[in-house]
Each structure stands twice: as C-alpha cells, then as structure tokens.
C-alpha cells in the first residue's frame, strides 16, 4: 500500500531537502505537510522561519508548526494531523487530498 | 422495538438479505479498488525536478485538478440502497453524528462565551480601580493647590524670594560686565572694504552677530533644553569667533555632526 503522508520535522534543513528530492512527485499533491517543532524557544532555532516558509512554497505543501512540550498544542497538532491523514487515506467521501490541500492554501495566502 | 419487528414482517426483504447485499456491494468495490491500484502500480514513480519544482508542481496540480473537475462532472448521485432497513441504520447514524459534532460545538461555544465573560469582568474592575486612581490623584492634587496658595505667606518663602531676586541682580551686573568686555576686546569684523567688496564675489549674505549675542544663544539652548544643548550654525557667526570659542574649550563640537556646536557644561 502506498504511505498516504510525510511529516517532516525540520532539524537540519538540508537533509530534507536532499530528500525531498526522492520522493514521488505524486505525493506533493496534498498528500505532504510540514510539521516544525520547536518554535517556542527563538534564540534555540537553528532553522530560519523565512527558509521553512520558502520549502513550503516551492513545494506547494502546508506548514505546520507545533510546540512538542506544550500539552495543548501537541494535542491539537496531532488532531489536525489525523484530520489530514483521513481524507489523504480517502475516509472522508466527497473531500480528496488535493482538493483538501487546495482549499488549505487558499484560505493561507488570503 | 415492537415497531421495527412490525417493518420488518411488512418487507419482502429480511435483515439477513439486506447484509448479504451489503456484502456484495463491498466485494465488488473492492475488486474496483484492487484493479486500480494495479493500474497505479504499473504507472511508476516520477521524481520532482531540482530545477523548476514549483512550477513541474503547479502543472501536475492543474492537471490532477482538471481530471477530478471532471471526474466529479460525470458522477451523479447514487443510491446507497434501496432496503429500507439500510437506509434506516444509515440514517440513524449520519444523525449521530450530525448530533454529536453540534455537541461538540455548542459546547466549545459556551467554554468561549465564559472566557469572555470573564474577561469582561475582569476588564470592568481594572477600569474601576483606575477611575479610584484617578479620583484620589485629582483629591491630592485639589489638596496641594490649596498648600501652594497658603505658601507665599510663610518666612522661609520670603526669604527664598529675596534671594532669587538678589541672584537675578547679580546675574544682569555679570551679563553686562561680559557684554562690555566682549564688546570691547572682541568686536565684530570691521566692513571698510565695501568698494572692494561690491567687485568680489564674497559678500557676506548675512549680517555677523557679536559673540556677546553668541554666547547667549549657546547658554539659552543649554539651560532650556539640557538634553539636546547643539546649536547648528549658520552663516551670522562668524568663523573665527567660532574657532575662538572651541580651542579654548568654551564650545565643543557635535561628535558626527561639524555644523552643530554646544556650549561646554561648565555647571556640571
């Protein structure tokens, strides 16, 4: 069976780029969303918000970002996940990946 | 319960024939589902290229778009099924969850209208305890008016008057003492040449001020404004008075700025 979504956790930029490269150009289609973590802490980033932004465009595909160690937004984070997961798998009649991820970023740029 | 025994005696279609269809229906979908993930199997994997993601990216979307666009064109609404028992369970649960997601919501907008309302109580006494603030400033401040109007009639007070005014003597004696000195050893720079001049191009556009006037200027900007003492200079001072007034440490000039001068702190 094909894997119906990626998440990525940014720590070294390059080794996900490097592999972006690899994958499927299928999947861009709605079926690959970025996942940050660590955003809390700024003076610990080690990746610019403004390079993540850019691999989010170029590759057509949301970002999320999410602080591991907050109860609250894991939960949530985790709950959109699977929201988005379910109509990649198909379990929600009437919604597809692509449609999903259309109207994901519509409501982004506005 | 009674009622749905009696459905059930009324229908030709008993509920072990409505699970057969189901049955069916569901084999047939998933032989539908094998024969199109072969299909995609044989399709492959395609990689994106390095050079122009985004755009491979957006034509691959147009192109799956416009497939879907028309995919949803041809499909037309489908009966689930016609048993009536189906279509009852089925009914049943759509409104469950229909039930459900407005719990959900209703409840999420009630947990929202506390917040507000807590927010708003908590906004109205931080308001209330501003407008007491402001009552006990303006008391106080009532309070000190009065103090200050029954001021003049103490003796210290007189007597810090006499020697402000003492001062302010004093000060007028020192001013005209400099002005008669600077007047005298340091006038302004003499216009005999003015045949001359009317021939040369270096006529000076503005009238030269005496370094008595000056000074004053340095020393008003420095005693009003402490903070910002610079003084730009135009073309009325004249420049070797200016020369003057810096080498001997009088005037000091603006760190980044050569047109700008401050009198030294002396009182500091």
């Known amino acids: ?110 | 319960m009674a009622e749905y025994l009696a459905e059930v005696t009324n229908n030709c279609v008993s509920p072990e024939d409505a699970k057969e269809e189901l049955l069916n229906e569901c084999e047939s979908v998933w032989k539908h589902m094998e024969e199109c993930q072969s299909k995609l199997l044989l399709l492959g994997t395609e990689t994106v290229l390095e050079s122009d993601v985004k755009l491979s990216l957006l034509t691959m979307r147009v192109k799956a778009l416009t497939a879907e666009y028309h995919q949803w064109q041809k499909r037309s609404p489908e009966l689930i099924s016609t048993n009536p028992d189906v279509l009852l369970e089925l009914g049943k649960e759509e409104l469950q969850k229909v039930k459900n997601d407005l719990e959900m919501v209703l409840s999420t907008i009630q947990s929202k209208n506390k917040q507000l309302e807590e927010d708003l109580k908590r906004e109205q006494q931080w308001h209330k305890e501003q407008e007491q603030i402001l009552d006990t400033l303006t008391g106080i401040e009532e309070e000190t008016k009065i103090e200050v109007q029954q001021l003049p009639n103490t003796r210290a007070f007189q007597e810090l008057q006499n020697k402000m005014s003492k001062l302010r003597m004093y000060k007028e004696e020192l001013l005209d003492a400099l002005g008669e000195f600077l007047e005298e050893h340091f006038p302004l720079p003499e216009r005999g040449r003015s045949a001359i001049k009317k021939n040369s191009s270096e006529e000076p556009a503005v009238e030269l001020i005496t370094l008595n006037e000056i000074l004053e200027i340095l020393i008003a900007k420095l005693m009003s404004t402490p903070h910002e003492p610079y003084v730009t200079i135009d073309d009325s001072f004249w420049p070797p008075y200016i020369e003057l007034l810096l080498r001997y440490g009088i005037a000091l000039r603006h760190p980044e700025d050569p047109n700008r001068m401050r009198l030294e702190a002396f009182h500091m």
């Open chain 1, 1 to 110: 069976m094909l894997r119906e979504k990626k998440s990525f956790k940014i720590s070294i930029l390059k080794n996900v780029e490097a592999s972006l490269a690899h994958v499927d150009a299928n999947f861009f289609l709605g079926k690959v969303c970025f996942l940050v973590t660590g955003v809390g802490r700024v003076n610990y980033c080690s990746v610019e918000m403004n390079a993540i932004w850019k691999l989010g465009e170029v590759y057509c595909s949301p970002v999320l970002f999410c602080e591991l160690e907050l109860e609250g937004i894991r939960n949530a984070t985790a709950q959109r996940l699977l929201r988005m997961l379910q109509i990649c798998a198909g379990h929600i009649p009437g919604v597809s990946a692509l449609s999903f991820g259309t109207l994901m970023r519509n409501s982004a740029d506005d």
